[in-house]
């Protein structure tokens, strides 16, 4: 199994940035790629941006493009979300997730095997 926690999420104004990371434990080598999804009240969740673990190949969800950066550094087992120009419909839940399977698509959840708990991202006005 591979274990997942979120950290990062906090309350920021309109136009300030936030990096949230996602740190990975236990089976990491069976670790194909991690997503970052994000679920607003009342709403379903979806797929923001994607890397694949080994050769650092990402995806971006068209609503982040130019503004969120996603990297990863795998000494310590942690992806990063970098997002900047905050507007308040970036307010969600934010939740990573490992693919071990070596065919998946990227915005399909239920692709992703392993999921973490989420972090909190509001963004104010």
């Known amino acids: 199994q591979v274990q997942l926690v979120e950290s990062g999420g906090g309350l920021v104004q309109a136009g300030d940035s936030l990096r949230l990371s996602c740190a990975a434990s236990?089976?990491?080598?069976?670790?194909?790629?991690v997503g970052w999804f994000r679920q607003a009240p009342g709403k379903e969740r979806h797929f923001v941006a994607g890397?694949?673990?080994?050769?650092?190949?990402?995806s971006y969800a068209d609503s982040v493009k130019g503004r969120a950066t996603i990297s990863s550094d795998n000494a310590k087992n942690t992806v990063y979300l970098q997002m900047g120009s905050l507007k308040p419909d970036d307010t969600a839940s934010y939740y990573c997730a490992a693919i071990v399977r070596s065919s998946f698509r990227w915005s399909v959840r239920e692709d992703y095997a392993y999921w973490g708990q989420g972090t909190q991202v509001t963004v104010s006005s």
């Open positions: 890397i694949l673990w080994r050769s650092g190949g990402t």
């Open positions: 236990g089976r990491t080598g069976d670790t194909v790629a």
